[in-house]
Structure formats: C-alpha cells, structure tokens
T-cell receptor
Framework: NAGVMQNPRHLVRRRGQEARLRCSPM?????VYWYRQLPEEGLKFMVY????????ESGMPKERFSAEFPKEGPSILRIQQVVRGDSAAYFC????????????FGSGTRLTVV | SQQGEEDPQALSIQEGENATMNCSYK?????LQWYRQNSGRGLVHLIL?????REKHSGRLRVTLDTSKKSSSLLITASRAADTASYFC????????????FGTGTKLQVIP
C-alpha cells in the first residue's frame, strides 16, 4: 500500500499561470481533504471531497481555486492565474468511509509562484 | 476559524526528559487527534481520542482529554532526538462529517 501520493513534490509557476496538484488517496479511502500550509503556520482546511462530490469547500477561495475527485483517477486541486500569495505547501489527506478515523497525509506539493 | 490552539508554541528539552503539549479548542467535538510533522514533510497521525474517553496510551505517548475544559494534553515520555518535530492537535465536530480542523502547533526540539 503506497499511502497517499501527491505530485509533483515541487512546482514553480510564474504569476498568471495555472497550477495543477494531484493526489491519489490510499487504497480503500474514499474521502479526500486538501489543506494549505504557510511557513511556520498550521494547516488551513480548503476542501473535502468524496468520489464525484464536493462535500465542503468552505475553505476554498471563491475565485481561481477549484477541486475535483473524479470517479476514476486522482483528486486535482487547480489554481488558475496564480499569484505570489498562493505560494505555500498544499497537503492532501485521505480517510476511509465511516467516522473516527485518522487521516493519512501525503508528502505535500510545495508551490512557488515567481 | 482555527478550532484548536496548542500551548506552548515552542518547547525545548533534553533527551530523556518528558514533553507535555496542550491543546484547547472552542466547540464540542466528536474526536480529537494528535499529529506530528517533521520539517518539510507531511503529517503523521499519532493518536485519536474520542469525546467519551479521558485517557489513551500508545507506546511513549499519553493523551488526556477533558471535555469540560475543552482541552487535551499530549505527553511524550523519555524523549528522543527523533521526536523533534511540530505537533498539532485536530478536532472534528459531532453530528457532521469528517472534516478536521488543525491547531497552530507546538514546535518541539529535543536536544541530544
């Protein structure tokens, strides 16, 4: 079991470009969560998805950010027209269905906007 | 808004000593979890304690939960240099789904 796989590990984008971050959850996990972490800070919730459904996107900026978890393939966090303030580490976590399970985290994608 | 706040923000101890970190939260919870994050890495789940539990052990870790005070503590006994990391508490809410909110973290340094 390979755990939660995130790619790329590092991503550099110029201002105005698009960033696509991918997350493959652990086998058997149907719940995916995306978090953003700024240096020396905690994790800020962005979005919670199940297959083909967005359950909670209350932490997502209203513009430029979107997420999906299709029936087949990884979950994608997409940031359009990136700005310097989007530079951060983006972590994906997954959990099995049901309640009261800890999350399994990926190693994160470090996005740098230049 | 952040649900949990850890205290202290930073802690430095000698190897072999015990480390205690505290977490306070604001609203009712279903579960409280503790995670560890090594510098530049993802978070690792350490332990989950349910709202009807008061204490839980896992190896050198001991977690307590006081729902009347809305607080939890994480004790690491006989610390090792490898325990150097940031530690976060995370809470979810009853009646809802599994979204978990993280605190701001305690940065622990264990000096060999």
């Amino acid at each position: 079991n390979a755990g939660v796989m995130q790619n790329p590990r590092h991503l550099v984008r110029r201002r105005g470009q698009e960033a696509r971050l991918r997350c493959s959850p652990m086998k058997g996990h149907s719940h995916v969560y995306w978090y953003r972490q700024l240096p020396e800070e905690g994790l800020k919730f962005m979005v919670y998805l199940q297959k083909e459904n967005i359950i909670d996107e209350s932490g997502m900026p209203k513009e430029r950010f979107s997420a999906e978890f299709p029936k087949e393939g990884p979950s994608i966090l997409r940031i359009q027209q990136v700005v310097r303030g989007d530079s951060a580490a983006y972590f994906c976590a997954s959990s099995p269905p049901g309640y009261g399970y800890g999350y399994t985290f990926g190693s994160g994608t470090r996005l740098t906007v230049v | 808004s952040q649900q949990g706040e850890e205290d202290p923000q930073a802690l430095s101890i000698q190897e072999g000593e015990n480390a205690t970190m505290n977490c306070s939260y604001k609203t009712s919870i279903n579960n409280l979890q503790w995670y560890r994050q090594n510098s530049g890495r993802g978070l690792v789940h350490l332990i989950l304690i349910r709202s009807n539990e008061r204490e839980k052990h896992s190896g050198r870790l001991r977690v307590t939960l006081d729902t009347s005070k809305k607080s939890s503590s994480l004790l690491i006994t006989a610390s090792r240099a490898a325990d150097t990391a940031s530690y976060f508490c995370a809470t979810d809410r009853p009646g809802g789904y599994q979204k978990v909110t993280f605190g701001t973290g305690t940065k622990l340094q264990v000096i060999p």
